[in-house]
């Protein structure tokens, strides 16, 4: 059974930073592309970033470019999003998905995790 | 960039209708890599259909996905209590590399 768990998520300040991660299991991690979406509060969904399965490949919201950074360690089956320099709007439930296909980047996700609230606040 | 606008932004149908969901794109969708997530209160998004008109695995036929090029819908026959959800498109196709939600349709059954 797939399963994709989310942590790391909590409260932090305006420019501060934070390491999400997110523990795949039931599937083969490398041959699958990954990528973190992230809802705000009562809003829609956001893509935020995708990385193949590999990890040779990244690609990032224009949103959090320069600010994000994904990857992925394969022989620990996680994904990661290291969050810096936070602004309040950066407030989300953050998601890691699953592309539908393997070998492929930028998909339409199949798998996704219970998320992990973030909260940007003073 | 592509941009997807969905409509209409609620719809409240009764039990055994039939709801057709709207998905435009500001332009048009490459290989019809347009997908269709419904999401439940407090739940993560589900993909209910890939590649415009493929129903995902598990879900049952009353979904159903069609369109092209820059029109896309999503339809759900005979409505059923559960159905209650926010439902999104997602293009994946587009320039830059990335992917574009729509803002999601809220379905209330009456």
């Known amino acids: 059974e797939v399963q994709l768990l989310e942590s790391g998520g909590g409260l932090v300040q305006p420019g501060g930073s934070l390491r999400l991660s997110c523990a795949a299991s039931g599937f083969t991690f490398p041959f699958y592309a990954m990528s973190w979406v992230r809802q705000a509060p009562g809003k829609g969904l956001e893509w935020v970033s995708a990385i193949s399965g590999s990890g040779g490949t990244t690609h990032y919201a224009d949103s959090v470019k320069g600010r994000f950074t994904i990857s992925r360690d394969n022989s620990k089956n996680s994904l990661y999003l290291q969050m810096d320099s936070l602004r309040a709007e950066d407030t989300a439930v953050y998601y890691c998905a699953r592309d539908l296909t393997i070998y492929r980047m930028l998909n339409s996700f199949d798998y996704w995790g219970l998320g992990t609230l973030v909260t940007v606040s003073s | ?110």
């Open chain 2, 1 to 110: 960039e592509i941009v997807l606008t969905q409509s209409p932004d609620t719809l409240s149908l009764s039990p055994g209708e039939r709801a057709t969901l709207s998905c435009r794109a500001s332009q048009s969708v490459s290989s019809n890599y347009l997908a269709w997530y419904q999401q439940k209160p407090g739940q993560a998004p589900r993909l209910l259909i890939h590649g415009a008109s493929n129903r995902a695995t598990g879900i049952p036929d009353r979904f159903s996905g069609s369109g092209s090029g820059t029109d896309f819908t999503l339809t759900i026959s005979r409505l059923e209590p559960e159905d209650v959800a926010v439902y999104y498109c997602q293009e994946y196709g587009g320039s830059p590399p990335g992917n574009t939600f729509g803002q999601g349709t809220k379905l209330e059954i009456k």
